[in-house]
Structures are given as structure tokens and as C-alpha cells.
């Protein structure tokens, strides 16, 4: 097997396949597919991945691997086969579905150097280069751009005295630390005491450290423990009595906090009922997919637990899923506190090293669960005994760049593979998983009580318009303004939510209307207080607030709606006496400091919780009694066919963090729009009257879950050129597919235009099309082959963003 099969970290179409490479004799053996190496491509160093050996290859000529990154595979054999299988199912570039089953320390950074050409000296270069070549070193390129010699370079690059190398870095080391073993018997060590002269004490004392604890030690720990030197111990090493050694350590996100251990909960009989047919699929080895349908707080979780317990005693492993926003410290907790260190914890607060580090105890199985957002799925254990996808209808477990997978779809792959239950829990499942469901796809378990019976908390929703109506123009209506009183006088806590996706801070002129929007995006921009700034979300365009309108000159002009620091400002007007906690990106930027602010609400340091999306999960504190949601309707004008079931779920969600323990909760939802349907039985907490009426809408607008959707978005800086270019995939697509199927387009997207770009879309929706895929397939490849025309084409299959 002297050929290894690469795919090379070029993601371009033409490169989208394996290429053959030589093994050189020395990397014999030791290459193995799932290993990424070092490889010649063109006129660079660059990464690859080896994905099979062979013993032989059709083309004659072969360039030689360079050098493996690794020691072992960092892909097994199954996720191998998973790159191929979400190649195929999400149009992506095999390079894309290798790199994300990777964490990001292990995806390739290069580093461009200069070096002096083959058979060029350092006197061939004029004298202004001279220095930066000497002994032949490596010029860094950021070194060449800071020193403005640049020009220079490309003209001796010219004349063929230098040239510019590529060299592949890893991003993130091991961390390595000094340890300190003896080298002889512990008989020998205390022998070797005496022999030390009194004068050298200190080495004395190194030495009786270790006849005390005959073990390996931190260097580090060593100096501080006997309070001597490390020149000291150096002395012991080259009297070959200890020896010095570096170990690979775990950073560790976790090292100042103890989890409490907690035991497995008496099951009730609702859950009795419910975990039963997982631990049959379980102890019969079978894929099976659950539904695990339960209102918040009526202990999902435990069965998660409960079920992994059976898992880790047969000697498998569990995946966990939780969405990003909800991957709470207190969540963590729960996991940590039952299985301590046989869990790893994936999510974006670790930094790069962090998240390397626990990702390398999967894969050295020094764990048994992996709990984490949506890449967790790609946990790299080989014996997976159950997969669980906690608040399963989040839209956060779709990705939104290649490669565009939906994480449960990789973990139904996954199982099929393992034979393993995947179990997806909601209190609001979206409407797939529900018809599923109803269908026997999935199996259907249910938890329709809460846990002590506590009654889900009264929801009462207030119309806005008639608020301002009797002339209350605040964005508190009377009854919450009301309730947060009483709620201060009585010492509880309130949560205030702002639903902050849809337009909720623009710059609007109070006079004629005029909205400040995006050159480059046609959106409006997003108001920052701080500098008073307009920010563009989608290209990053930047501007202040204009004096005066452009259009009618009116001084009115001024930012609208409600951020939640305007909500903050208000609150110190109406209610000074109250101290509020604001959590949003602003204020959670910092790396803990999402957890240290709920710390402080938890230990009573607010009345008032602030907050946007991210404050609508996992909470769980016993003295929350009121939720106001200040704007239920803004998400509900996007453009969006899920709009109405994110409102819902979301709304639910919200509802469910009152009244969780002891005390009653109550729920204030505000509005303009009381009377839409997801609002309505969001308000009555009735999911099973949501889903029938939503299946209707779904069903008469061929939406899914009665169909399927792929969206293409087509975009360019022509109109024109984007315009004709949709026309023409919308025919081709419209004669490859049956009648069945409906092709919509050309149209605008909802974003008309990003980055100086417009963009058109064609939206199919189609039932049965055994085709599809290869049709869409081929207008990837027609347009991803022609560069040159600027246009690109993008698929998204199964989409959730329809913009
Ligand atoms: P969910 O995941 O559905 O929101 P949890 O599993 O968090 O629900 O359960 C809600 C609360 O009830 C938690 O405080 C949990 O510890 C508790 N709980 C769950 N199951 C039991 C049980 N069998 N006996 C006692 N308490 C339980
Ligand atoms: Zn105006
Ligand atoms: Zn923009």
C-alpha cells in the first residue's frame, strides 16, 4: 500500500475529489486513512486528508506526501464514510464534511514565508534585502508587509532569487508540562540520601520528598512543595537520580468548580412509562427514533440521565445535544453532577485549546458522554449506545454554512450505524418530528405533567394598541407595570424578555418615515448606542446617525423601537428603585461573564432580569414569579413560513421559566396582534391545537412537513446577469422534476441584495423527486466550474433560513 487517496484543503469544485500521492518509504505503514498529511499541490505545502490506501494508481507520475500531521487517525473509519454520506446529502465539498467533524484547532493554518530560491545567495539580492535573509532564514510575510519591502520581493521573486513557500502550522498545541519522576528504587533513593553532602540540604530534601511519595510530580509543584529551585532538581536529574519528562495536560475549563454529585431520581410512573421503550431498544441493540414530547419541568432530563446510566453500564457511549443558548452552566451541572469526569463538554465559551482538549478525550475514550451544541454530534467514540437531542424544534441545530446539515438528521445516520435509540425531547416539537410522530416514524413518549404537579403558571396577553389607545405610550403596559411592582414589593424575581430578532432598533424618521437602511444590503441598520453608530448586520457597513433627514430634512429622526438598553433606560425612569441585570450580546461578550450574571440573579443580586433569546432557556430559579414579554409579534412578521411556529415555541418557552418550584408563576405576553393563533395558544400553552392548525396552513401552502424544500439562491453584482441566470436554472429544475413538484422563481430574495451582490432565489417544493438531488447537483457543478462569470450559486437543502 505505497498510495494514499487525498482530499486537499482547496475547497473549489475542480479540486472536489481524491488525489493519489505517493507514500514515501519512511511513512510507510505509519500513514493511515483519516490521518491528515502534509502535501504538495501545485506550488504549495497544504493539508489533506487521507481518505483510503492502494497499492497502486492509473497515473504514472506521482507527487510524494511530505509528512503526516498526526500519529492516529483523527477520523475513524465510521466518520470517514459520514464525510461522504454528507457530501452527497447537503451538496458540500468533501474537504467542507471532513473539516467540520473536526474541532477548529485541528482545521489547517498556513503561514507564507520567503525564502532565498535554490541556487540564488544572499549576494544576488540588492542590499536593502540583505538582512532579512541572512543564515538563511524564512522571511514571514507579515514581517515583509510590516517593513514595506514587499515591491522588492515581487521583483527578486521575478528575477527567480526568492520564492514564497507555504507552510502548514498547527493552530493549537498540546500543552506539554514538566513532571518529575525518580529514576532509581525507592531503597535506592533513601540510600542515595546519605551519600548527599549537608551542605546540599536542599537536595536532600527533594529526595526525601519522593521516598514520602514515590510517584511522578509537577515540576512546578515540586518547587513550590519542598520551596527549592528548579536548579535543584536539575542537580538530581544529572545525578540520574530523577528523571525529567513532559506530559501531555488538559486544559480545563472546569477546574475551579466542583459539581455536586447527584444519585438517580425514583422514577414517576408518567417517566416509568415513558424511558421504557428506550431501554429496550437499548438492551436489544436497535435503532429506533423517540419523541420524547413533555412540557418544560417534567423531567426530560432525568430520562436523558437515566438512560445514559444504562448506556455507560454496557460499556457505550452517549452523545447529548443541547442548544448553544441553552448550554447553561446549570445544565452542564446536571451531567457533570451525575457522571463527573466521564463527561466532555463542547460549546463555543471554550477556547480553541479548550475545546481540542476535550475533544481529544472523546477520542482517547477517557470519557463516556459528550454533551454539547450541534458539532458535538460528530463526537468521535466508536460505540455509541444513544444519541439525545434535548429541545429538538431549535433551528440552531441547522447548520447555515457548508456544509448545511441538520444535526438530527446526522445523528439518525449515525445510530443506523451503531444500532443505537436516538431520542429527541421538546416541550414544543417542531411540526417534522410531531408528524413523524402521528405517522409511527418516530415513536411518540409523553410527559404531560409537570413535576409535583405544579400547574404551568396563567398567561395573560395584553393588546398593545389599546394600551396606546388610552394613551399609554410606554412600552409597559399597566398590568405588567403593575405586576413588576408588586413583585419588587414582595421581594421576587421578574424576567423581562425582548424578542430582539425582526427590526427592533432602526433609525426612523418620526415625520415622513424614512428609514435609514444599508447601502450595500437593502436592510435597515441596526442603532448602537455607544458612538451613536448605524451598523449593517449582513456586510458590516458602518455610519452615524444622520443630523437631519435625507429626505424631508426633519430633525425628527431618531432611533426606534426597543433595545433592550432603551428597555433598561425606561425601567430606571418608572421603576428607579429596581436593580436589573441586562443580558444580551453586549453585555455577555466577555468569556464567563454569561454565567456570572446569572449567578448574581440567582443569588439575589436583581429583582429584574433583562434579556433577549438567550435568557428564554434553561433558567431555572425558584423565586422567578412573572415573565413579561415585552413584544410578542416582532418575530412574527419576518419572512419566514416557520414564523408562526417560532413565535409559538418561543412564547411557550418563555412561559415555561415562571413558577417552576414553590411559589405560582404568572406570564404577561404584550402585543399588537393578540389575536394570531400562535400568540392565542401560546397563551393557553395548547401545542396540540397549535399543531392542527398550523398542519392546515402547511398543508394548503405545500409547505413542509408535507413537503420538502430545497432552496438555490443565485446571486451577482449585475441585476441582470443574476436575473437570467435564475431564469435558467428555474427551467432546467422545472423540466427534471415531476408534476408533482412546484418550482417557484424566479424571485427576490428576502434580502434583496448583500455586500453589494443582489440575489434571486427558485424555492422547489416537492413530495417524491428520487432525482432531485443529482439535478441539483449538476447546476452546482455547471456554475461552481465557471469562475469566471462571477455568479454564484448556492443549495440549501431543507433550508430554515429563507433569506
Ligand atoms: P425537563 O428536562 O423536562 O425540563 P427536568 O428533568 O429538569 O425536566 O425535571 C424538572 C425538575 O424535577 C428538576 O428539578 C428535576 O430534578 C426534578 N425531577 C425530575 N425527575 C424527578 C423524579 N423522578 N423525582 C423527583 N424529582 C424529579
Ligand atoms: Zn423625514
Ligand atoms: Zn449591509
Same mark, same amino acid.
Not at 505503514?29 to 501545485?42: D, N, S
Not at 544529572?238 to 444519585?263: D, I
Given at each position: 500500500?505505497?498510495?494514499?487517496?487525498?482530499?486537499?484543503?482547496?475547497?473549489?469544485?475542480?479540486?472536489?475529489?481524491?488525489?493519489?500521492?505517493?507514500?514515501?518509504?519512511?511513512?510507510?505503514?505509519?500513514?493511515?486513512?483519516?490521518? @491528515? *498529511?502534509?502535501?504538495?499541490?501545485?506550488?504549495?505545502?497544504?493539508?489533506?486528508?487521507?481518505?483510503?490506501?492502494?497499492?497502486?494508481?492509473?497515473?504514472?507520475?506521482?507527487?510524494?506526501?511530505?509528512?503526516?500531521?498526526?500519529?492516529?487517525?483523527?477520523?475513524?473509519?465510521?466518520?470517514?464514510?459520514?464525510?461522504?454520506?454528507?457530501?452527497?446529502?447537503?451538496?458540500?465539498?468533501?474537504?467542507?464534511?471532513?473539516?467540520?467533524?473536526?474541532?477548529?484547532?485541528?482545521?489547517?493554518?498556513?503561514?507564507?514565508?520567503?525564502?532565498?530560491?535554490?541556487?540564488?545567495?544572499?549576494?544576488?539580492?540588492?542590499?536593502?534585502?540583505?538582512?532579512?535573509?541572512?543564515?538563511?532564514?524564512?522571511?514571514?510575510?507579515?514581517?515583509?508587509?510590516?517593513?514595506?519591502?514587499?515591491?522588492?520581493?515581487?521583483?527578486?521573486?521575478?528575477?527567480?532569487?526568492?520564492?514564497?513557500?507555504?507552510?502548514?502550522?498547527?493552530?493549537?498545541?498540546?500543552?506539554?508540562?514538566?513532571?518529575?519522576?525518580?529514576?532509581?528504587?525507592?531503597?535506592?533513593?533513601?540510600?542515595?540520601?546519605?551519600?548527599?553532602?549537608?551542605?546540599?540540604?536542599?537536595?536532600?530534601?527533594? +529526595?526525601?520528598?519522593?521516598?514520602?511519595?514515590?510517584?511522578?510530580?509537577?515540576?512546578?509543584?515540586?518547587?513550590?512543595?519542598?520551596?527549592?529551585?528548579?536548579?535543584?532538581?536539575?542537580?538530581?536529574?544529572?545525578?540520574?537520580?530523577?528523571?525529567?519528562?513532559?506530559?501531555?495536560?488538559? /486544559?480545563?475549563?472546569?477546574?475551579?468548580?466542583?459539581?455536586?454529585?447527584?444519585?438517580?431520581?425514583?422514577?414517576?410512573?408518567?417517566?416509568?412509562?415513558?424511558?421504557?421503550?428506550?431501554?429496550?431498544?437499548?438492551?436489544?441493540?436497535?435503532?429506533?427514533?423517540?419523541?420524547?414530547?413533555?412540557?418544560?419541568?417534567?423531567?426530560?432530563?432525568?430520562?436523558?440521565?437515566?438512560?445514559?446510566?444504562?448506556?455507560?453500564?454496557?460499556?457505550?457511549?452517549?452523545?447529548?445535544?443541547?442548544?448553544?443558548?441553552?448550554?447553561?452552566?446549570?445544565?452542564?451541572?446536571?451531567?457533570?453532577?451525575?457522571?463527573?469526569?466521564?463527561?466532555?463538554?463542547?460549546?463555543?465559551?471554550?477556547?480553541?485549546?479548550?475545546?481540542?482538549?476535550?475533544?481529544?478525550?472523546?477520542? @482517547?475514550?477517557?470519557?463516556?458522554?459528550?454533551?454539547?451544541?450541534?458539532?458535538?454530534?460528530?463526537?468521535?467514540?466508536?460505540?455509541?449506545?444513544?444519541?439525545?437531542?434535548?429541545?429538538?424544534?431549535?433551528?440552531?441545530?441547522?447548520?447555515?454554512?457548508?456544509?448545511?446539515?441538520?444535526?438530527?438528521?446526522?445523528?439518525?445516520?449515525?445510530?443506523?450505524?451503531?444500532?443505537?435509540?436516538?431520542?429527541?425531547?421538546?416541550?414544543?416539537?417542531?411540526?417534522?418530528?410531531?408528524?413523524?410522530?402521528?405517522?409511527?416514524?418516530?415513536?411518540?413518549?409523553?410527559?404531560?405533567?409537570?413535576?409535583?404537579?405544579?400547574?404551568?403558571?396563567?398567561?395573560?396577553?395584553?393588546?398593545?394598541?389599546?394600551?396606546?389607545?388610552?394613551?399609554?405610550?410606554?412600552?409597559?403596559?399597566?398590568?405588567?407595570?403593575?405586576?413588576?411592582?408588586?413583585?419588587?414589593?414582595?421581594?421576587?424575581?421578574?424576567?423581562?424578555?425582548?424578542?430582539?430578532?425582526?427590526?427592533?432598533?432602526?433609525?426612523?424618521?418620526?415625520?415622513?418615515?424614512?428609514?435609514?437602511? =444599508?447601502?450595500?444590503?437593502?436592510?435597515?441598520? !441596526?442603532?448602537?448606542?455607544?458612538?451613536?453608530?448605524?451598523?449593517?448586520?449582513? =456586510?458590516?457597513?458602518?455610519?452615524? *446617525?444622520?443630523?437631519?433627514?435625507?429626505?424631508?430634512?426633519?430633525?425628527?429622526?431618531?432611533?426606534?423601537?426597543?433595545?433592550?438598553?432603551?428597555?433598561?433606560?425606561?425601567?430606571?425612569?418608572?421603576?428607579?428603585?429596581?436593580?436589573?441585570?441586562?443580558?444580551?450580546?453586549?453585555?455577555?461578550?466577555?468569556?464567563?461573564?454569561?454565567?456570572?450574571?446569572? !449567578?448574581?440573579?440567582?443569588?439575589?443580586?436583581?429583582?429584574?432580569?433583562?434579556?433577549?433569546?438567550?435568557?428564554?432557556?434553561?433558567?431555572?430559579?425558584?423565586?422567578?414569579?412573572?415573565?413579561?414579554?415585552?413584544?410578542?409579534?416582532?418575530?412574527?412578521?419576518?419572512?419566514?413560513?416557520?414564523?408562526?411556529?417560532?413565535?409559538?415555541?418561543?412564547?411557550?418557552?418563555?412561559?415555561?421559566?415562571?413558577?417552576?418550584?414553590?411559589?405560582?408563576?404568572?406570564?404577561?405576553?404584550?402585543?399588537?396582534?393578540?389575536?394570531?393563533?400562535?400568540?392565542?395558544?401560546?397563551?393557553?400553552?395548547?401545542?396540540?391545537?397549535?399543531?392542527? /392548525?398550523?398542519?392546515?396552513?402547511?398543508? !394548503?401552502?405545500?409547505?413542509?412537513?408535507?413537503?420538502?424544500?430545497?432552496?438555490?439562491?443565485?446571486?451577482?453584482?449585475?441585476?441582470?446577469?443574476?436575473?437570467?441566470?435564475?431564469?435558467?436554472?428555474?427551467?432546467?429544475?422545472?423540466?427534471?422534476?415531476?408534476?408533482?413538484?412546484?418550482?417557484?422563481?424566479?424571485?427576490?430574495?428576502?434580502?434583496?441584495?448583500?455586500?453589494?451582490?443582489?440575489?434571486?432565489?427558485?424555492?422547489?417544493?416537492?413530495?417524491?423527486?428520487?432525482?432531485?438531488?443529482?439535478? +441539483?447537483?449538476?447546476?452546482?457543478?455547471?456554475?461552481?466550474?465557471?469562475?469566471?462569470?462571477?455568479?454564484?450559486?448556492?443549495?440549501?437543502?431543507?433550508?430554515?433560513?429563507?433569506?
Amino acid at each position: 500500500m505505497q498510495i494514499a487517496s487525498v482530499i486537499v484543503d482547496v475547497p473549489t469544485k475542480q479540486t472536489d475529489r481524491a488525489f493519489d500521492y505517493f507514500i514515501p518509504e519512511q511513512w510507510r505503514g505509519v500513514i493511515q486513512p483519516g490521518m @491528515r *498529511v502534509i502535501i504538495p499541490f501545485g506550488p504549495r505545502n497544504i493539508q489533506g486528508f487521507v481518505i483510503g490506501l492502494k497499492a497502486e494508481s492509473e497515473l504514472k507520475k506521482l507527487r510524494e506526501i511530505i509528512a503526516p500531521m498526526d500519529l492516529e487517525p483523527v477520523l475513524n473509519k465510521e466518520l470517514l464514510e459520514l464525510g461522504n454520506w454528507l457530501t452527497e446529502s447537503t451538496l458540500c465539498f468533501k474537504i467542507f464534511a471532513f473539516q467540520v467533524m473536526l474541532p477548529a484547532a485541528l482545521k489547517a493554518k498556513y503561514e507564507k514565508k520567503v525564502k532565498l530560491a535554490i541556487g540564488a545567495a544572499v549576494a544576488d539580492l540588492p542590499k536593502p534585502l540583505h538582512a532579512f535573509f541572512e543564515n538563511d532564514v524564512l522571511l514571514d510575510w507579515e514581517d515583509a508587509l510590516k517593513s514595506g519591502i514587499v515591491p522588492l520581493l515581487q521583483k527578486e521573486a521575478a528575477n527567480g532569487h526568492l520564492e514564497v513557500i507555504y507552510m502548514v502550522k498547527e493552530r493549537v498545541k498540546k500543552k506539554q508540562q514538566k513532571y518529575i519522576r525518580p529514576a532509581v528504587t525507592l531503597a535506592e533513593l533513601s540510600e542515595e540520601i546519605d551519600r548527599i553532602p549537608v551542605k546540599a540540604e536542599k537536595q536532600r530534601q527533594v +529526595l526525601r520528598y519522593f521516598t514520602e511519595n514515590f510517584n511522578e510530580v509537577k515540576l512546578k509543584k515540586l518547587v513550590t512543595d519542598v520551596n527549592t529551585s528548579a536548579s535543584t532538581v536539575k542537580a538530581l536529574v544529572e545525578k540520574k537520580l530523577l528523571v525529567e519528562f513532559e506530559m501531555e495536560v488538559y /486544559r480545563n475549563p472546569f477546574e475551579h468548580r466542583t459539581f455536586e454529585r447527584t444519585k438517580p431520581l425514583p422514577l414517576t410512573e408518567a417517566q416509568q412509562t415513558a424511558i421504557g421503550p428506550i431501554l429496550n431498544a437499548l438492551e436489544q441493540n436497535q435503532h429506533e427514533v423517540f419523541l420524547l414530547y413533555g412540557v418544560t419541568g417534567s423531567g426530560k432530563t432525568e430520562i436523558y440521565l437515566q438512560s445514559i446510566q444504562e448506556v455507560i453500564e454496557k460499556g457505550k457511549e452517549a452523545i447529548v445535544l443541547v442548544p448553544e443558548i441553552a448550554l447553561t452552566p446549570q445544565m452542564v451541572n446536571r451531567f457533570k453532577g451525575r457522571f463527573g469526569d466521564l463527561v466532555a463538554v463542547l460549546h463555543s465559551g471554550l477556547s480553541a485549546g479548550e475545546k481540542y482538549d476535550e475533544w481529544r478525550k472523546i477520542q @482517547r475514550k477517557e470519557v463516556k458522554v459528550a454533551v454539547g451544541a450541534r458539532s458535538a454530534i460528530f463526537a468521535p467514540f466508536e460505540n455509541i449506545g444513544i444519541m439525545i437531542i434535548d429541545e429538538e424544534h431549535e433551528t440552531s441545530y441547522k447548520q447555515e454554512e457548508m456544509p448545511r446539515y441538520h444535526a438530527r438528521d446526522v445523528a439518525i445516520e449515525r445510530a443506523i450505524n451503531h444500532n443505537c435509540p436516538v431520542v429527541l425531547g421538546s416541550a414544543t416539537p417542531s411540526l417534522e418530528s410531531f408528524a413523524r410522530a402521528q405517522k409511527k416514524v418516530y415513536q411518540l413518549l409523553t410527559l404531560p405533567n409537570r413535576m409535583n404537579k405544579q400547574s404551568l403558571p396563567s398567561v395573560e396577553i395584553i393588546d398593545m394598541r389599546e394600551e396606546l389607545r388610552e394613551g399609554n405610550r410606554s412600552m409597559f403596559s399597566r398590568k405588567l407595570f403593575e405586576m413588576l411592582k408588586d413583585r419588587i414589593e414582595k421581594r421576587q424575581q421578574s424576567v423581562l424578555f425582548l424578542n430582539k430578532r425582526g427590526h427592533s432598533s432602526f433609525v426612523m424618521c418620526r415625520d415622513c418615515g424614512y428609514v435609514v437602511n =444599508c447601502p450595500n444590503c437593502d436592510i435597515s441598520l !441596526t442603532y448602537h448606542r455607544v458612538n451613536e453608530q448605524m451598523k449593517c448586520h449582513y =456586510c458590516g457597513y458602518e455610519s452615524s *446617525v444622520p443630523k437631519h433627514c435625507p429626505e424631508c430634512n426633519s430633525e425628527y429622526i431618531r432611533y426606534f423601537g426597543t433595545g433592550t438598553q432603551k428597555v433598561e433606560e425606561e425601567l430606571g425612569k418608572i421603576l428607579p428603585e429596581a436593580r436589573v441585570i441586562r443580558m444580551d450580546v453586549d453585555t455577555t461578550g466577555r468569556k464567563g461573564s454569561h454565567e456570572r450574571l446569572l !449567578t448574581d440573579f440567582k443569588d439575589g443580586k436583581a429583582d429584574i432580569l433583562l434579556g433577549t433569546q438567550m435568557i428564554a432557556k434553561g433558567l431555572d430559579f425558584p423565586s422567578i414569579t412573572l415573565v413579561g414579554v415585552l413584544s410578542a409579534d416582532t418575530m412574527l412578521h419576518l419572512p419566514d413560513f416557520r414564523a408562526s411556529e417560532k413565535t409559538f415555541q418561543l412564547l411557550t418557552q418563555v412561559s415555561g421559566r415562571a413558577g417552576r418550584h414553590q411559589l405560582p408563576g404568572e406570564v404577561i405576553i404584550q402585543t399588537y396582534t393578540p389575536e394570531h393563533y400562535s400568540i392565542e395558544l401560546a397563551g393557553h400553552q395548547d401545542y396540540d391545537l397549535f399543531y392542527q /392548525r398550523e398542519m392546515m396552513i402547511r398543508k !394548503t401552502h405545500h409547505y413542509p412537513p408535507f413537503y420538502y424544500l430545497s432552496l438555490i439562491t443565485v446571486s451577482h453584482e449585475q441585476l441582470f446577469t443574476v436575473v437570467s441566470a435564475t431564469e435558467k436554472i428555474v427551467s432546467y429544475v422545472r423540466s427534471h422534476v415531476s408534476n408533482e413538484a412546484v418550482v417557484l422563481g424566479p424571485a427576490a430574495s428576502p434580502i434583496p441584495r448583500i455586500n453589494n451582490r443582489y440575489r434571486y432565489q427558485c424555492l422547489i417544493k416537492y413530495k417524491r423527486e428520487p432525482n432531485i438531488i443529482k439535478t +441539483l447537483k449538476t447546476i452546482l457543478d455547471q456554475y461552481q466550474k465557471d469562475t469566471k462569470s462571477g455568479l454564484q450559486v448556492s443549495i440549501d437543502v431543507n433550508p430554515y433560513i429563507l433569506m
